[in-house]
């Protein structure tokens, strides 16, 4: 198998990181990977946002009030512990990159097809590193939504959609996926 093949395959979403942190040049060496990602019309829709401390703790009053909003009914312990947990998210992993895609309400398509190049310069990104034995976990939810984190990590909303937030570290475990089969995902047309 080629290396890239085996690249591809063995990549897996972390959950779990080490605490030891990621070099910068490593990151670079990702970001050369993401920019070269194919996209119709030159658009470069993608943009990626390396967050430090500061701009992570930015986010905490609505991580906070989200992990309340979740735990609705539930009791005080609980909703303490889905408030640690909730901060551990942003604050514990070696990197956090929030990750957009340019947004054009006059142009749907375009707008679906720069989503759709985005994540392809998600994944050269994600691959690059993982080339580099870093592990990544994309993660959605209420704060790729939430109009207090745009202005917390000053992104025009106008302008640039939240994707995601990418997580990044060194492995600390590595998870079996199962996978559709060929058979299920492929079909040769006569
Ligand atoms: C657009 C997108 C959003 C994702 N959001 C989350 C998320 O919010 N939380 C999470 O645990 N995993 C998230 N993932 C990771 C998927 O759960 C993961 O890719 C899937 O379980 C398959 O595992 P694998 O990446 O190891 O092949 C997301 C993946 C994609 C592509």
Same mark, same amino acid.
């Given at each position: ?10 990549? %897996? ?7 030891? $942190? ?12 993401? %920019? ?65 895609? #340019? ?11 720069? *989503? ?33 984190? *745009? ?18 570290? *060194?492995?600390?475990?590595? $998870? ?6 060929? #058979?299920?995902? %492929?079909?040769?047309? $006569?």
């Amino acid at each position: 198998m080629s290396r890239v093949q085996d690249n591809i395959i063995s990549r %897996r979403s972390i959950y779990r990181f080490e605490e030891s $942190p990621v070099e910068m040049a490593c990151l670079e060496t990702a970001f050369e990977a993401a %920019r070269h990602a194919p996209c119709h019309k030159q658009t470069h829709p993608w943009k990626f946002y390396v967050l430090g401390k500061e701009a992570r703790s930015s986010m905490i009053p609505e991580v906070e009030r989200l992990a309340v909003e979740k735990a609705a009914g539930k009791g005080e312990n609980e909703v303490q512990e889905g408030i640690q947990k909730a901060i551990s998210k942003i604050l514990s992993p070696p990197v956090l990159i929030a990750v957009t895609s #340019a947004v054009t309400p006059e142009d749907d398509f375009r707008e679906m097809e720069d *989503y759709a190049a985005t994540a392809c310069s998600v994944q050269n990104l994600v691959l690059s590193l993982w080339d580099q034995g870093i592990g990544t976990q994309w993660s959605t939810g209420g704060i790729t939504r939430s109009d207090f984190v *745009y202005k917390a990590l000053e992104i025009s909303p106008v302008k640039e959609k939240i994707v995601g937030f990418l997580k990044a570290g *060194y492995p600390a475990a590595i $998870p079996q996926r199962e996978k559709k089969s060929i #058979a299920e995902i %492929r079909e040769y047309l $006569p």
